[in-house]
C-alpha cells in the first residue's frame, strides 16, 4: 500500500532537497580536485581512464543490492549512514595529503569508497521522492533536481578550480566535509516516511528473492523492460560523443583548453535549459512521445557537431546546447514514469536495476570509443553513433510497447502484489 503523500511530507521533502544540492556540489568539486591531481600527477590518460573505470565498478555490482536494502530498511538512516561514511573517507584522505603519503592506488581506493556510498544513497534518495511529492508535481520536481544539479555541474569545475589556486589539494577536501554538514542538518530535522508493505509479503525475504521481485515488477509493467533495453543501447551509442569532445575539439579541431572549456560551458547552457523546461512545465500528455522528440533534437546536434567545419569551434559551440538539454528532459521523465507507474515499496530494486544496466554500457562504449575513431576517425564515428541512436529509438518506439509506458492516467495508481 503507497504511503499517503501530505502537504507536510512535501515540504519536509523541500528542505531535505535543499540540502543534498549542497551534497552534490561538494562531491562535484572534490571529483574536480581529485581528477586535477591524477591529471598532473600521473600525466597519463590510461591512469585517467582507470580511475574513471574504478568508479563505475561499484555502481554496477552493489547498486541492485542497494535498491533492495533502500526498499526493505529505513531510508534515513541509510542515507545518514552513506554520506557519512564518504565524508569520514574524505577526512581519512586529507589526513593522507597532510602527512604526505598519497599515492595513485591511495586516491584509487576513495574512488571506490565514495562510489559504494554513492551507489547505496541514489537509489535511496531516488526511491523517496514519490513518497513525499505529490503525483501533479513529480514530473516538475523531477525537472528542477536535473536543473539544480546542472548548474551545480557548471559551477562545481569553477569553484574547484578557484580553491586549487589559493589552497592545497588536502584543504581542497574540507569542503566535502561542510557540504555534509549542511546537507545532515535538514536530514536530522525532516521526517521521511517509512513504506507500508503488503500484509502477505514475508518479513524475512531474501536478497535474490528481492531482486528477482524487482525484475518481476519491470517485467510486469508494460514497457518498463523494453525501455531499459533501449536505454542500455542507447547509453552505450551516446559515450562515443561524450568521452572523445575534448580529443575532438583540441586535436582534431587544433582547438586550446580553453576553447574546449567554452564547448563544456556550451553543453551546460543547454542542460540548464532542459532543465527548465521540465521544471516549468506541468503536464505531459504523451512521455515516450517528448523523449522520442528529445532524441531526435539531441540527434540533430550531434550530426552539426561531426559535420562542423574543422577549426569553426564557435559553430560546435552553438550546437552543443542542442545535445545538453537532453538529459535533464529525457531523465526527468523517465524516472517520473517510474514513480507513477512502480509502487513505492519498489521503487529502490527497480531503480538500481535500471542504473546498473545504464552503468554496465557506459564503460564498454567508452573503452571501444577510442580504437574506433582511430579507426574511421571520430567525427565519422559520431555520425554513425548519432544514426544507430536514431535508428534504434525509432525501431523501439515503433516496434514495442514502450508507447504504452509513456501514458499516464490522471488517477492512476499501480498496485502490484508479488
Request: glycine residues 6%; charged residues 10%; neutral net charge.
Amino acid at each position: 500500500m503507497e504511503t499517503q503523500l501530505e502537504k507536510k511530507n512535501f515540504k519536509s521533502y523541500l528542505i531535505f532537497w535543499i540540502g543534498q544540492i549542497f551534497s552534490i556540489f561538494g562531491s562535484n568539486i572534490v571529483f574536480f580536485v581529485l581528477i586535477t591531481w591524477i591529471t598532473v600527477t600521473t600525466q597519463n590518460p590510461v591512469a585517467i581512464s582507470f580511475a574513471a573505470f574504478s568508479y563505475f565498478i561499484p555502481m554496477i555490482v552493489i547498486s541492485p543490492i542497494a535498491g533492495i536494502i533502500s526498499d526493505r530498511h529505513d531510508r534515513k538512516k541509510i542515507i545518514i549512514t552513506a554520506d557519512s561514511l564518504q565524508a569520514f573517507s574524505t577526512f581519512i584522505l586529507i589526513l593522507f595529503f597532510i602527512f604526505n603519503w598519497v599515492q595513485y592506488w591511495i586516491i584509487l581506493i576513495f574512488t571506490l569508497i565514495r562510489s559504494t556510498c554513492q551507489a547505496f544513497h541514489n537509489p535511496v534518495v531516488n526511491a523517496i521522492i514519490p513518497t513525499m511529492v505529490p503525483k501533479d508535481k513529480l514530473s516538475r520536481i523531477n525537472g528542477l533536481n536535473f536543473l539544480l544539479s546542472s548548474f551545480v555541474n557548471i559551477i562545481g569545475p569553477m569553484v574547484g578550480g578557484f580553491l586549487l589556486l589559493f589552497f592545497s589539494v588536502g584543504q581542497a577536501l574540507w569542503i566535502d566535509i561542510i557540504t555534509f554538514l549542511i546537507a545532515l542538518i535538514p536530514l536530522l530535522l525532516i521526517h521521511i516516511p517509512s513504506v507500508k508493505k503488503h500484509e502477505d509479503q514475508h518479513k524475512e525475504e531474501s536478497f535474490l528473492s528481492s531482486f528477482k521481485d524487482g525484475l518481476k515488477i519491470i517485467q510486469i509493467i508494460p514497457g518498463l523492460l523494453s525501455m531499459m533495453i533501449a536505454f542500455t543501447i542507447l547509453n552505450f551509442l551516446q559515450q562515443p560523443q561524450g568521452s572523445l569532445m575534448p580529443y575532438y575539439i583540441i586535436v582534431d579541431n587544433g582547438g586550446s583548453v580553453l576553447d574546449f572549456s567554452i564547448v563544456s560551458t556550451a553543453f551546460s547552457i543547454g542542460t540548464l535549459i532542459g532543465g527548465v523546461i521540465t521544471s516549468v512545465k506541468k503536464n505531459w500528455k504523451h512521455y515516450m512521445r517528448a523523449i522520442l522528440i528529445t532524441y531526435m533534437i539531441m540527434s540533430l546536434g550531434q550530426i552539426l557537431i561531426a559535420t562542423a567545419p574543422t577549426g569553426f569551434i564557435y559553430l560546435i559551440a552553438i550546437y552543443a546546447p542542442l545535445v545538453g538539454l537532453a538529459a535533464p528532459v529525457i531523465n526527468s521523465l523517465w524516472f517520473t514514469m517510474i514513480h507513477l507507474k512502480v509502487p513505492h515499496d519498489k521503487v529502490g530494486r527497480v531503480v538500481s536495476i535500471d542504473t546498473t544496466l545504464s552503468f554496465i554500457a557506459m564503460p564498454i562504449g567508452t573503452i571501444l570509443a577510442g580504437p574506433l575513431a582511430l579507426f574511421m576517425g571520430t567525427a565519422n564515428l559520431f555520425i554513425f553513433a548519432t544514426i544507430l541512436i536514431i535508428t534504434t529509438i525509432s525501431l523501439f518506439y515503433i516496434f514495442t510497447n514502450i508507447r504504452t509506458l509513456g501514458i499516464i492516467e490522471e488517477e492512476e495508481k499501480t498496485e502490484i502484489i508479488i
